[in-house]
């Protein structure tokens, strides 16, 4: 829709939050954020308040000093549910609701949880509890290295499928745990998100979409981003007081639970070492980008090397990055070679590890499937219930990775 001079334009109630030289402003209920100049938002508030176009362009002439396209920013704002023409009268303030013309409003989960219920989990003294808990677990892991499982605390000799299915089972109310923290932190903060299942490369995770941070102050971001490890470290914490009083026979444990209290520890510690994987985006890639105040460092980071290649392969398109501050495109250029490292590791590992152990776990089912259950029924449903508990993640995880790259290419 082209606007012109003589128009008035309603704007939506939005966030705004600086930083740097711009200003993100933002729309939560259709979880849409933009990082826009100051001048483009003061441009904004003259049309809130109920200027036309021409007014607001004039406005802006005399304290800038040179005339903006109206048309194309206003255009692009409408395209993202900030703005719409109006016919008539001026507008009188923001608009109260945004819902006939913008786009879809986003369902978020667990907005029933109030605030305050939130804080008794995510707030400062809750915080700081958790932290000296985790401590606490360090200084004896310290003084014990022997509590800390290695690899072979995931093979279990004997009843494999009832252990295997209980790891299950725990791993996954772990990640829903892991996630409904980032949740509860972020609703701490005054914050709505959701929780949904995707994927980084071809490893299926489940994700919590944290994207109205941008609406509040940096410093209240961390603890929603971090929320998800701290609590993996409180649960391993609590697990780590437990085999330590084991091992010093303050507490009786049953083998077979001694074997799934160190196969889940294991798990945890895997999944915190997973968080500094900083070439896909874990929690920790996340931190990190917010301390650097980068707002979109993996992007960035991807359009860089595609410049940069369109040196050596002709015919590549060269993306233009002069927005980016100098300071942040320094932390871009520093993460392209982490970025490379850590994808071409992760590419050695699909080929040497990922794509082999599925063929196995194939081979074995088919072998399974093929014998049936008549010489040995439990061996049958042992084999069958390990390859399958393993092979899920996998080939999910796989297709959700093939499926994103075919949405890219179909882009382009």
């Not at 995931?154 to 949740?183: D, G, M, N, Q, W």
């Amino acid at each position: 829709m082209a606007y012109a001079l003589p128009d008035f334009v309603e704007v939506f109630p939005f966030t705004r939050q600086p930083e740097g030289d711009e200003v993100v402003i933002g729309r939560p209920d259709i979880g849409v954020f933009l990082a826009l100049p100051a001048e483009a938002v003061e441009i904004l508030d003259d049309l809130a308040a109920g200027r036309s176009v021409g007014a607001a362009q004039m406005s802006f002439e005399r304290a800038h000093h040179e005339i903006p396209d109206m048309a194309d920013l206003l255009t692009f704002l409408e395209s993202k549910g900030f703005v719409r023409r109006r016919d008539g009268e001026p507008a009188q303030g923001l608009a109260s609701s945004p819902k006939s013309s913008s786009p879809a409003n986003v369902r978020y989960h667990f907005t029933s949880i109030p605030e305050t219920v939130a804080r008794r989990f995510f707030g400062p003294t809750p915080t700081r509890l958790y932290l000296l808990v985790i401590a606490a677990a360090c200084l004896l892991v310290a003084r014990e290295p022997a509590l800390i499982p290695d690899g072979r605390s995931l093979y279990f000799p004997e009843h494999r499928t009832a252990k295997l299915l209980i790891l299950f089972v725990f791993s996954t109310l772990s990640v829903f745990v892991h996630e409904l923290c980032h949740l509860l932190a972020a609703r701490a903060a005054g914050v709505k998100s959701r929780i949904g299942i995707g994927n980084r490369l071809w490893i299926l995770v489940a994700e919590t979409d944290l994207t109205g941070l941008w609406a509040v102050p940096r410093n209240r971001r961390y603890l929603p981003l971090l929320a998800g490890p701290i609590s993996d470290g409180v649960f391993a914490s609590l697990i780590v007081f437990l085999l330590y009083a084991r091992s010093h026979e303050h507490l009786h444990l049953p083998s077979g639970m001694f074997e799934i209290l160190r196969a889940c520890l294991l798990l945890y510690l895997a999944r915190l070492l997973w968080q500094c994987f900083f070439f896909v985006r874990t929690d920790f890639y996340y931190v990190i980008a917010l301390f650097f105040g980068c707002k979109n460092l993996m992007k960035d980071t991807q359009q860089f090397i595609q410049s940069r290649l369109s040196y050596l392969f002709r015919g590549r398109s060269k993306e233009d990055q002069s927005r980016i501050p100098p300071a942040e495109m320094r932390v871009v250029k520093a993460y392209s070679t982490l970025w490379l490292l850590g994808r071409g590791l992760a590419f050695v590992s699909l080929f040497s590890f990922t794509l082999p152990a599925l063929s196995r776990y194939l081979r074995d089912l088919f072998v399974a499937l093929a014998h049936g259950s008549g010489s040995d029924p439990y061996a049958f449903v042992d084999t069958l219930v390990v390859n399958m508990i393993s092979l899920i993640p996998l080939v999910l995880g796989l297709s959700l990775w093939l499926a994103s790259l075919l949405r890219k290419r179909s882009r382009t």
